[in-house]
């Protein structure tokens, strides 16, 4: 079986790896940051404002490229310290919505399930565009398990 587990370096990200780690415990596992071109982020935005970014469309080189390998390196160290042992961590570039990135990463390892937390860092986007969690349960034929928030103690 294998398990992909989409994170985004939230807190219900990280309680979605925990929780994976103690009630499905199956390996591998691959922890997966999906990211978007500043321009794609932006693509609602005055063309006038997207002129003023020093970004060129065609390049092959993002800023946001590293920091997307560096958040899956880091959700990938919590994955082991939560118990996982075979555990990739990966990022992938989207030109279109975030949980379409999960879903064809999901196709392309073949995984059994995808695991979710139940909101990240999406704020007032997702309530716009509805959520990740949302849109990866309705738009795959996979297994999605969403992990609500960590409960807070009193």
């Known amino acids: 079986m294998t398990i ?5 370096g939230s807190e219900d990200a990280r309680t979605a790896i925990e929780f994976a780690a103690k ?3 199956h390996e591998p596992v691959a922890i997966l940051t999906v990211w978007e071109p ?3 982020q932006i693509n609602w935005a005055p063309l006038a404002a997207a002129g003023a ?14 920091q997307a390998r560096q958040l899956a390196l880091a ?3 919590i994955a082991r310290k939560a ?3 075979q555990v990739e961590a990966r990022s992938a570039r989207t030109t279109g919505p975030i949980w379409a990135g999960i879903v064809d990463v999901a196709e392309e390892l073949d995984a059994d399930v995808i695991v979710t937390g139940s909101r990240g860092l999406g704020g007032a ?10 849109r990866v349960l309705h738009k795959t034929h996979r297994a999605v398990l969403v992990v609500p928030h960590a409960k807070k103690e009193d």
Do not use: Y
């Not at 992909?4 to 985004?8: R, S, V």
């Not at 970014?53 to 590293?66: N, R």
């Not at 986007?125 to 949302?134: D, E, K, M, N, P």
């Open 75 to 77: 959700g990938a160290e």
């Open 23 to 25: 009630t499905l415990r």
């Open 83 to 85: 118990g996982f042992e």
């Open 4 to 8: 992909l587990i989409a994170f985004d």
């Open 53 to 66: 970014l020093a970004v060129d469309p065609d390049s092959e080189q993002w800023p946001e490229e590293e």
């Open 125 to 134: 986007r997702s309530v716009i565009l509805g959520s990740v969690s949302t």
């Open 38 to 40: 500043l321009l794609s």
